[in-house]
């Protein structure tokens, strides 16, 4: 299948701009041209991807973006194990990202923490037409009742609140009053702000900075005694456990985690990141606000890394350990040497199984560039990607150190458009999310989720690289990709062809 | 190391390792933990009747609620019908959330387009959003009709979905005579189950009552047809193929109205059909002709069996009609309405889930279960539960209102083994967990979500609901028609027979009464 490797770099591009251009027809005239911009070949030496990003999305092309409230509530909020998050408006939005998005944790659910409970206002008409502030009031109170040993509250607003006027900052200051300085922390991410979750990150980021770090008592000394080598895990959400994964590693070079955000992060954690002597970023794009507002306001330098297949890990782990002494150094080189024999021999099993397969990806904000090395530990080549919510500093750091020229690039892209990319392009897997998933699978491509890991995980790290080297044998090489033919049809084909 | 390329282990496992289990120990320092016997004396009094007491208080906030938004029900009745694209006007992650739920649950794709309404459009309003909405969605995927509802940011800055859609009409995005029906969903009215029936009512009254002033009203000339509306049903694939074999059994005209069952169970064979099955535009406009609807779930359809009334066809509701005389009712409902016989094959067929209830009621009578679902669901699996001689002891519907309480209480009041049982209308899972705690049951039916409720309070679980997210392909599966009925029979007497093989399983303990014939 792979049409990559029987072609020139030349004939792919020609190629892939015909794509573009054939695909472009379907739309009105004002909409292609919206939507040109968005596509693009990647064209090697370039500082980015040559697409425009962070737009607005064009009405009735079936984006498959999200919403702000999805990005504060569901990606950066949602995983703080020890405080309440209120989905703050209507039941929906609520009840579709209830325990969707795998952020694991410890801790006794329903007691001390709460990721998987859905929490919401369910509002009521008399709530959208009195405001909802008094409702407010009391679930405050009920949630104090009802579950003692929270140690925060947030309050995620949905679509109507910015729309009927509630006030819920006062009614936090308010009760965090009532309540003797407990932490409660109203967020505007409603759905409607910005053009997809990217905006609702931003907002959460905004809201640690004000209603965290904004309130931190005295010199917010932390509970524990600082070492020069505390660091904490930012933009990592511990889907199916990628921020233990990660963070066994950190710890084994010598280094100390100090806090994790935000998945199985805690309230403690937050407030304790100012004393961190690195910020750690993986995923740049939903945390990198408050990477930058550490730096600014507490001195504290940010480094991006990338956990996922032993390439780039090896690289992080050095560019980490760059920060510190020789001791980290050493560590790092220690735990490098440590895996190798694991990496090796999950590259001798799977590599011969995964040589030369093609990948198409579409994901959030980070992965689209991110996970391409670990795609290339086994020999496979990433010939399209493109990202739901990036923005132009996420296609240039893609540019630049990830994609390969004549690379298809596609942001914002909708049903439409994907399908027809890959109904062309033919990969050996479509890398993407739960609502891509099915499509592609009746075409008879073999997918996997990369928001979710499709249930699987964790694929940070060393023992993460060897899960999804696991997974991607298994979804390209189930015996059932060559059974989507009845025999009949397919003998019938063959008998045309045949006749030809 | 506990990872191994021979033998790779996932998060299931990795983490009950030694270095990782050291890890978290060591990361709890710097998560100023709650002292665990703290932890543990909530824990225990969250397990009390006067933690009941209080939670039962509570006015305003919902925890773990078991219901949905209207809009989820609008593209759920949208795409049962011949090439539709729904269409929700408002805010685009709503959408994209719509489409996820549903997609999580049938394990199948679910198209459905946003007109991604963003803050300027929340001051100035979504008309140019709806004009270009339509126009791209008709040029993209060809639909043949596009079935508008709205999310609560349209509502809430009070869009008129019918002046836009005449108007992007007069400005060219869609041909005059494009249908394009519309309801009004807001979110924070009922819930998906009214969004459905909002939704069904709209596309009738496009096709019926003049396409919106745009083409003369229908004037009914009545055959001998029925109709027959299936309601929000995580079950739709297999009901709804069942209803229409019984139907054919019988030799009865039917439609179904927002058929489903083909657009959420497509074949993988190489190709992507957006579009399969579903009630032809035709079939809905003729449908006004029937003799009769019939409702299978009542409170998915008020507004429009009303409707249909108006229009002078006999209407009939059933509340999800699970097991032996909820199958007698509705098919002896058939016969009268259509004038045919009952065909003998149902006959047999009635007496084969007859021979099983009479084979292993037994294991199931005296039993007490707890039920939550939506009200139509839950009314369905009560009557069966007691019918087997089964107590229904906690029947919770979140999005349940008073009328439906009172017709549960009577059906529960009706029968020697719904004494002591109790409807509770718009309670949610943190309050059934009270009552699972204080009030302790054999087992639990729910949907995915029951999972924690059995973790919390060790009562099994049968997952019977919507939405299924953790177990796979029973939607396939009908629970209607008395082979329905087999299958909700067989499901509970699974669980029942496991259940007590794990507690007669410790050797030379209890494992005398591990027996191999039940
Ligand atoms: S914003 Fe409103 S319509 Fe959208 S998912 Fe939330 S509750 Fe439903
Ligand atoms: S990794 Fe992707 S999906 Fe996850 S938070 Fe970042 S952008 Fe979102």
């Known amino acids: 299948m792979s049409l990559a490797t029987t072609q020139s770099i030349a004939e792919i591009r020609a190629r892939n701009k015909e794509l573009i251009e054939e695909v472009l027809k379907v739309y009105p005239e004002k909409t292609a041209k919206r939507r040109a911009k968005h596509l693009n070949v990647h064209q090697a030496g370039k500082s980015d991807c040559g697409v425009k990003s962070n737009i607005k999305?064009?009405?009735?092309?079936?984006?498959?973006?999200?919403?702000?409230?999805?990005?504060?509530?569901?990606?950066?909020?949602?995983?703080?194990?020890?405080?309440?998050?209120?989905?703050?408006?209507?039941?929906?939005?609520?009840?579709?990202?209830?325990?969707?998005?795998?952020?694991?944790?410890?801790?006794?659910?329903?007691?001390?923490?709460?990721?998987?409970?859905?929490?919401?206002?369910?509002?009521?008409?008399k709530d959208i037409v009195f405001g909802g502030d008094k409702k407010l009031v009391k679930i405050l109170d009920e949630i104090q009742e009802l579950f003692p040993l929270n140690n925060g509250i947030t309050i995620q607003s949905e679509c109507p609140i910015g729309l009927i006027g509630d006030d819920i900052e006062a009614v936090s200051r308010a009760k965090?009053?009532?309540?003797?300085?407990?932490?409660?922390?109203?967020?505007?991410?409603?759905?409607?702000?910005?053009?997809?979750?990217?905006?609702?990150?931003?907002?959460?980021?905004?809201?640690?900075?004000?209603?965290?770090?904004?309130?931190?008592?005295?010199?917010?000394?932390?509970?524990?005694?600082?070492?020069?080598?505390?660091?904490?895990?930012?933009?990592?959400?511990?889907?199916?456990?990628?921020?233990?994964?990660?963070?066994?590693?950190?710890?084994?070079?010598?280094?100390?985690?100090i806090a994790q955000w935000s998945g199985d992060g805690s309230l403690a954690e937050l407030e304790a990141t100012p004393k961190a002597k690195l910020n750690i970023l993986h995923c740049y794009r939903s945390m990198n606000y408050i990477s930058r507002h550490m730096e600014e306001k507490f001195g504290i330098p940010w480094c991006e890394y990338n956990f996922f297949g032993p390439s780039k890990i090896a690289e992080s782990l050095r560019k980490i350990a760059g920060y510190f002494d020789d001791k980290i150094k050493e560590g790092a080189e220690r735990v490098i040497e440590k895996y190798q024999p694991l990496v090796n021999a999950v590259i001798a099993k799977y590599r011969p199984r995964l040589e030369g397969k093609t990948v198409m990806l579409y994901v959030g904000g980070l992965r689209p560039r991110h996970v391409i090395g670990a795609y290339e530990d086994l020999g496979m080549e990433v010939i399209g990607t493109g990202y739901e919510f990036g923005h132009n500093d996420d296609y240039q750091r893609t540019a630049q150190h990830y994609v390969k020229d004549s690379t298809l690039i596609y942001d914002d892209v909708n049903g439409y458009?994907?399908?027809?990319?890959?109904?062309?392009?033919?990969?050996?897997?479509?890398?993407?999310?739960?609502?891509?998933?099915?499509?592609?699978?009746?075409?008879?491509?073999?997918?996997?989720?990369?928001?979710?890991?499709?249930?699987?995980?964790?694929?940070?790290?060393?023992?993460?690289?060897?899960?999804?080297?696991?997974d991607m044998d298994m979804a390209i090489n189930s015996p059932i990709w060559k059974k989507t033919k009845a025999p009949w049809k397919e003998a019938s084909r063959a008998k045309l062809q045949a006749a030809e | 190391?506990?990872?191994?390329?021979?033998?790779?282990?996932?998060?299931?496992?990795?983490?009950?390792?030694?270095?990782?289990?050291?890890?978290?120990?060591?990361?709890?320092?710097?998560?100023?933990?709650?002292?665990?016997?703290?932890?543990?004396?909530?824990?225990?009094?969250?397990?009390?009747?006067?933690?009941?007491?209080?939670?039962?208080?509570?006015?305003?906030?919902?925890?773990?609620?078991?219901?949905?938004?209207?809009?989820?029900?609008?593209?759920?009745?949208?795409?049962?019908?011949?090439?539709?694209?729904?269409?929700?006007?408002?805010?685009?992650?709503?959408?994209?959330?719509?489409?996820?739920?549903?997609?999580?649950?049938?394990?199948?794709?679910?198209?459905?387009?946003?007109?991604?309404?963003?803050?300027?459009?929340?001051?100035?309003?979504?008309?140019?959003?709806?004009?270009?909405?339509?126009?791209?969605?008709?040029?993209?995927?060809?639909?043949?009709?596009?079935?508008?509802?709205?999310?609560?940011?349209?509502?809430?800055?009070?869009?008129?979905?019918?002046?836009?859609?005449?108007?992007?009409?007069?400005?060219?995005?869609?041909?005059?005579?494009?249908?394009?029906?519309?309801?009004?969903?807001?979110?924070?009215?009922?819930?998906?189950?009214?969004?459905?029936?909002?939704?069904?009512?709209?596309?009738?009254?496009?096709?019926?009552?003049?396409?919106?002033?745009?083409?003369?009203?229908?004037?009914?000339?009545?055959?001998?047809?029925?109709?027959?509306?299936?309601?929000?049903?995580?079950?739709?694939?297999?009901?709804?193929?069942?209803?229409?074999?019984?139907?054919?059994?019988?030799?009865?005209?039917?439609?179904?109205?927002?058929?489903?069952?083909?657009?959420?169970?497509?074949?993988?064979?190489?190709?992507?059909?957006?579009?399969?099955?579903?009630?032809?535009?035709?079939?809905a406009a003729n449908a006004i002709h029937a003799k009769a609807t019939i409702s299978m779930q009542q409170w998915c359809t008020e507004k429009t069996l009303a409707f249909v009334a108006e229009h002078g066809q006999d209407v009939v509701s059933f509340n999800y009609p699970v097991g032996l005389s909820a199958t007698d009712d509705f098919i002896v409902a058939l016969s009268r309405l259509s004038g045919k016989e009952i065909p003998e094959q149902l006959a047999r067929e009635r007496g084969r889930l007859v021979d099983a209830i009479a084979d292993s009621s037994t294991h199931v009578h005296g039993k007490k279960f707890a039920i939550y679902g939506d009200p139509d669901l839950c009314y369905g699996l009560a009557a069966f539960l007691l019918e087997l001689g089964a107590e229904p002891t906690h029947v919770l519907s979140t999005n349940g209102n008073k009328a439906w309480q009172e017709k549960m209480q009577a059906l529960l009041a009706s029968s020697p083994f719904g004494q002591g049982c109790q409807a509770y209308p718009g309670r949610d899972l943190w309050h059934m967990r009270s009552l699972l705690f204080t009030e302790p049951v054999d087992f639990l039916i729910g949907n995915t979500y029951g999972k924690y409720?059995?973790?919390?309070?060790?009562?099994?679980?049968?997952?019977?609901?919507?939405?299924?997210?953790?177990?796979?392909?029973?939607?396939?599966?009908?629970?209607?028609?008395?082979?329905?009925?087999?299958?909700?029979?067989?499901?509970?007497?699974?669980?029942?027979f496991d259940e007590i093989d794990k507690n007669t399983n410790v050797l030379g303990k209890t494992d005398y009464s591990f027996d191999i014939i039940r």
């Open chain 1, 57 to 125: 999305s064009i009405p009735g092309v079936m984006t498959i973006r999200g919403c702000a409230y999805a990005g504060s509530k569901g990606v950066v909020w949602g995983p703080i194990k020890d405080m309440v998050h209120i989905s703050h408006g209507p039941v929906g939005c609520g009840q579709y990202s209830w325990g969707s998005r795998r952020n694991y944790y410890v801790g006794t659910t329903g007691i001390d923490s709460f990721v998987t409970l859905q929490f919401t206002s369910d509002f009521q008409e």
């Open chain 1, 417 to 470: 458009e994907f399908e027809r990319f890959v109904e062309k392009l033919q990969p050996d897997l479509v890398g993407s999310g739960i609502k891509e998933k099915y499509v592609f699978q009746k075409m008879g491509v073999p997918f996997r989720q990369m928001h979710s890991w499709d249930y699987s995980g964790p694929y940070h790290g060393y023992d993460g690289f060897a899960i999804f080297a696991r």
């Open chain 2, 453 to 496: 409720l059995e973790r919390d309070t060790g009562t099994p679980l049968i997952r019977i609901g919507f939405p299924i997210f953790d177990r796979h392909h029973h939607h396939r599966s009908p629970l209607w028609g008395y082979q329905g009925g087999l299958n909700v029979l067989v499901k509970i007497l699974d669980k029942i």
């Open chain 1, 176 to 257: 965090s009053k009532e309540y003797g300085g407990k932490t409660i922390v109203p967020v505007r991410c409603e759905g409607f702000r910005g053009v997809s979750q990217s905006l609702g990150h931003h907002i959460a980021n905004d809201a640690v900075r004000d209603w965290i770090f904004g309130h931190l008592e005295g010199d917010g000394k932390p509970k524990f005694e600082p070492t020069p080598y505390d660091v904490a895990i930012i933009g990592d959400y511990n889907i199916g456990g990628d921020a233990w994964s990660s963070r066994i590693l950190l710890e084994e070079m010598g280094l100390r985690v």
């Open chain 2, 1 to 283: 190391m506990a990872q191994s390329a021979e033998h790779v282990i996932d998060h299931v496992e990795l983490f009950r390792g030694p270095e990782y289990q050291q890890m978290l120990a060591k990361k709890k320092i710097f998560e100023n933990p709650r002292d665990p016997a703290e932890v543990e004396r909530i824990k225990e009094w969250t397990k009390t009747a006067e933690y009941r007491e209080k939670n039962f208080a509570r006015e305003a906030l919902a925890v773990n609620p078991a219901k949905a938004c209207q809009p989820l029900g609008a593209v759920f009745a949208s795409v049962g019908f011949e090439r539709t694209l729904p269409f929700v006007h408002g805010s685009q992650g709503c959408v994209a959330y719509y489409r996820s739920h549903l997609s999580r649950h049938f394990k199948e794709p679910s198209s459905c387009v946003s007109s991604s309404m963003t803050e300027d459009a929340a001051v100035f309003g979504g008309l140019n959003n709806m004009t270009d909405g339509l126009a791209n969605s008709y040029n993209m995927y060809k639909p043949k009709m596009i079935a508008v509802s709205t999310t609560c940011m349209a509502e809430v800055i009070g869009d008129d979905l019918n002046a836009f859609i005449k108007t992007s009409k007069e400005k060219g995005s869609v041909p005059a005579d494009f249908d394009v029906p519309f309801a009004h969903t807001p979110a924070f009215v009922g819930s998906h189950v009214t969004g459905y029936d909002n939704a069904l009512k709209g596309i009738l009254e496009h096709f019926w009552d003049g396409k919106a002033g745009t083409a003369p009203k229908l004037e009914r000339k009545p055959n001998g047809a029925i109709n027959i509306i299936g309601g929000f049903d995580g079950y739709t694939v297999g009901n709804l193929r069942e209803i229409k074999r019984i139907l054919e059994l019988m030799g009865i005209q039917h439609t179904v109205l927002a058929d489903n069952s083909e657009v959420f169970d497509t074949p993988t064979d190489g190709e992507f059909r957006m579009y399969d099955g579903g009630t032809t535009l035709e079939d």
